[in-house]
Nanobody, 121 residues
Framework: QVRPVESGGGLVQPGGSLRLSCVAS????????MGWYRQAPGKQRELVAK???????NYADSVKGRFTISRDNVKNTVYLQMNSLKPEDTAVYYC???????????????WGQGTQVTVSS
């Protein structure tokens, strides 16, 4: 079972930057896609950015040009570089990892515990 663990959240002023990291540990055969989601108070969880094992990425329109997702397949780690942060980026950010536990079978989705990002002056 995959256990994603996030780090890097915090309080930042508008226009500032933060870098989130998520390490996937546990027992698995291969990690497929890795992604970041966020959930603001009173809102549904939404996709922020996602990256496949081959490096293909997709972003929410609201973060395009400001956020960059990347991954290190040797370290089983995904990063989210967030620049030009806005108050509306305030949310709990969750890491999601899609991984196959065995050679056969479908990939399973695992969630981290979340890390708070607050953008405020």
């Amino acid at each position: 079972q995959v256990r994603p663990v996030e780090s890097g959240g915090g309080l930042v002023q508008p226009g500032g930057s933060l870098r989130l990291s998520c390490v996937a540990s546990g027992s698995f055969f291969r990690i497929n896609a890795m992604g970041w989601y966020r959930q603001a108070p009173g809102k549904q969880r939404e996709l922020v950015a996602k990256i496949t094992s081959g490096g293909d990425t997709n972003y929410a329109d609201s973060v395009k040009g400001r956020f960059t997702i990347s991954r290190d397949n040797v370290k089983n780690t995904v990063y989210l570089q967030m620049n030009s942060l806005k108050p509306e980026d305030t949310a709990v950010y969750y890491c999601n990892v899609e991984a196959k536990r065995y050679i056969v079978g479908n990939p399973q989705s695992s969630w981290g515990q979340g890390t708070q990002v607050t953008v405020s002056s």
